[in-house]
Nanobody, 115 residues
C-alpha cells in the first residue's frame, strides 16, 4: 500500500521547536523528491520546504528560511522537518508530499503555536 504517514505535530508555545517526521511505504522513496506543505484555516495550501531525491540544495519558503530545516534519511524512508523559533503564524496542518511526475500526499499532522 502506497502511503505517507506524518507524525510529530502538537501544541507548542511561541519560540519553541517541533520535529515532524514522514515515513513512506509502498514505493521507492529514494527516487522521489519530497516536500512539506502546510495549510492554515481559511488559507490555501502552501509549499514550506523541498528536498531532491539525491543531493541538491533544499529550498524553503521565505517565511521559514533560517528557522526550518528539511532533511531525509533514505535508509529509513523518512523525511523530516525541524521547526525552530515557531510563531503563531506557523499554526497549520502540515503535509508531506512525494513527487516524481505524479504525487503522493500524506494525511497531515496538526501544528499549533500559542502566543
Amino acid at each position: 500500500q502506497v502511503q505517507l504517514v506524518e507524525s510529530g505535530g502538537g501544541l507548542v508555545q511561541s519560540g519553541g521547536s517541533l520535529r515532524l517526521s514522514c515515513v513512506a511505504s509502498g514505493f521507492t522513496f529514494s527516487i522521489y523528491a519530497m516536500r512539506w506543505y502546510r495549510q492554515a484555516p481559511g488559507k490555501e495550501r502552501e509549499l514550506v520546504a523541498g528536498i531532491k531525491s539525491i543531493g541538491g540544495i533544499p529550498n524553503y519558503a521565505d517565511s521559514v528560511k533560517g528557522r526550518f530545516t528539511i532533511s531525509r534519511d533514505n535508509a529509513k524512508n523518512t523525511v523530516y522537518l525541524q521547526m525552530n523559533s515557531l510563531e503563531p503564524d506557523d499554526t497549520a496542518v502540515y503535509y508531506c508530499y512525494a513527487v516524481r511526475g505524479g504525487g503522493i500526499w500524506g494525511q497531515g499532522t496538526q501544528v499549533t503555536v500559542s502566543s
